[in-house]
């Protein structure tokens, strides 16, 4: 049994040396291949004087390296920071000095495009540079090629002893607000989270997983280190096009996809062939909405959908088992195993069922805080009321600002996030809701609900949607379509039809907040 992240590669060395491990196009690793790499990296930076619990960073596109240098960094006895490649040098500056990065491993064209903005990181002390060409030179930080460093590596360093409670891991969340917070993971939650899903899922050394979705995301992250633990294979790709992930789904006979729903609405159409190896699909990130999960379903029979929900502060929270979806479709499932998931008042107490209240996840997945962050911190992980029966002890749940309602089964509904709730007229909506309602229209692939400041409402509901291809559609057509199915204060003030595809932020989400700012003013007299 792992207690350690990277654990979870040896182990499966140990089981299987010589299964396929890790793809990325032409490279392919057995696991004793990758176990190998790991170490040889763990050296490397120790032998550069990587203290315990100290952070490395990994700023590059998903690469072999960037596996390698992750795992290599727990190895060590440090922790790895996954940095978004689609972040600019000043968000990626941001992150670095807000963690105290020491490390820093990314390719040699992206350092160049770093330059300057690295020199508000005075904590940054080595970059190890993957790729060919002169390596940049930086004030008061070393740069090495990483091929150089790894022939270089000594050996029989002892790495920084760790246990299942030390900080393994710091993933950067947007959050609606401000600038993004670092969530402190530890080997225990990583360990339990990809140990539950594992468990869930079936996964075996047979499965062959996708990773589609940044690694810095946690659950991009999450494909390697379900796959690691079930000794499975994971294939990495960087697609630039819906196709690109079908392609690489048939041509590595892939049995495990995951995506969030922005890109199952490009997936859903596609010639998937008959014969598709997937076994099942998941879906995180936001509701998949019915259209879709149909369309997937009747494209691929014979791969399960499970419909997740999670958040980074503690990873994976719910799942809806495939066999409930004819019966809840809409349903976020249950606590999956090894948590427990309660409907909590803001005093403590458990609502009733059909009770709107705020999702609280309690055990093993619970991370460690936000990083240099008390106020945060305290903001969002609280006690509960005891388990311990007596004992002297409290424990800290991560209570996750999100409104939702248990049935009468214990069968859970997501509603919406407590940040994003619209208020209009006096009235609280919910802008999934909303969406829902848009999201029946055949003609809509793509849609938001905002709350939009107004003179007189407070707040007024614009929605943005993104016509399907090939079929027709308008703003007055579409607001006449939702008449008849949402009553007058939840009707929107204002109907935008976009032109494209909706903003993405970096984890593949229809970014709200900045549909929010480009249209904060529209009813504001004179804008």
């Not at 609900?449 to 409402?457: S, W």
């Amino acid at each position: 049994m792992s207690s350690l992240i990277h654990e979870f590669i040896s182990a499966s060395a140990l089981r299987q040396p010589h299964a396929e491990a890790l793809v990325y196009g032409p490279q392919r690793l057995d696991y004793a291949a990758l176990e190998a790499a790991v170490s040889r990296t763990a050296q490397v930076l120790l032998g550069q004087g990587l203290a315990a619990g100290e952070r490395v960073a990994v700023y590059m596109e998903k690469n072999v390296e960037n596996v390698v240098a992750m795992f290599g960094a727990a190895a060590a006895g440090g922790a790895f920071v996954p940095v978004n490649p689609l972040l600019k040098p000043e968000q990626v500056a941001y992150i670095l000095a807000d963690c105290n990065v020491r490390v820093l491993v990314t390719s040699v064209d992206r350092l160049r495009l770093l330059g300057e903005a690295l020199a508000s990181c005075r904590d940054l002390k080595l970059v190890l540079a993957v790729g060919n060409g002169a390596l940049p030179q930086l004030a008061g930080v070393e740069v090495l090629g990483w091929q150089a460093a790894q022939d270089g590596a000594p050996s029989g360093l002892a790495p920084h002893r760790a246990i299942d409670g030390d900080m393994a891991a710091i993933l950067y969340t947007s959050g609606s607000t401000g600038k993004p917070k670092g969530v402190v993971l530890s080997h225990r939650n990583m360990v339990a989270g990809a140990t539950s899903v594992a468990s869930y899922l079936q996964n075996t050394p047979s499965d062959r997983l996708l990773a589609v979705l940044p690694l810095s995301f946690d659950y991009g992250l999450s494909q390697l280190t379900t796959a690691f633990h079930a000794g499975a294979t994971a294939v990495l790709i960087n697609h630039l096009l819906a196709r690109d992930v079908l392609h690489a789904v048939v041509a590595e006979k892939i049995t495990g996809l995951a995506a969030v729903p922005p890109l199952w609405i490009q997936l859903a159409p596609l010639p998937w062939p008959a014969d598709c190896t997937l076994r099942y699909l998941t879906n995180s990130g936001g509701a998949m909405q019915r259209p879709t999960l149909d369309a997937l379903r009747a494209a691929l029979p014979k791969a399960k959908p499970y419909l997740m929900y999670g958040l980074t502060e503690a990873f994976r929270s719910t799942y809806l088992p495939p066999e409930e979806l004819e019966r809840r479709p809409d349903s976020m499932g249950k606590a999956i195993p090894n948590a427990e998931v309660m409907v909590l008042r803001p005093d403590g107490s458990e609502c009733a069922p059909g009770e709107p209240g705020e999702l609280v996840h309690r055990g093993a997945l619970v991370s460690l805080g936000y990083w240099n962050d008390p106020a945060k911190t305290a903001e969002r992980f609280k006690p509960v009321a005891p388990r311990h029966y007596g004992l002297p002890l409290t424990e800290l749940a991560v209570w996750s600002g999100d409104t939702v309602r248990k049935d009468e089964e214990g069968f859970l509904y997501f509603i919406s996030r407590n940040d994003e709730m619209i208020k209009t007229s006096g009235y609280r909506v919910s802008p999934t809701e909303v969406e829902e309602v848009v999201y029946a229209r055949e003609q809509v692939a793509e849609a938001a609900a905002l709350g939009v400041r107004h003179p007189v409402l407070g707040q007024a509901i614009v929605v943005v949607a993104w016509p399907r291809q090939g079929l027709a559609l308008t703003a007055s057509d579409l607001l006449a379509a939702l008449k008849p199915h949402l009553p007058a204060y939840m009707l929107p003030q204002k109907v935008v039809i976009a032109d494209a595809s909706l903003p993405r932020n970096p984890n593949g989400k229809i970014d709200r907040k900045l549909l929010s700012t480009q249209y904060e003013n529209v009813f504001v007299e004179g804008a």
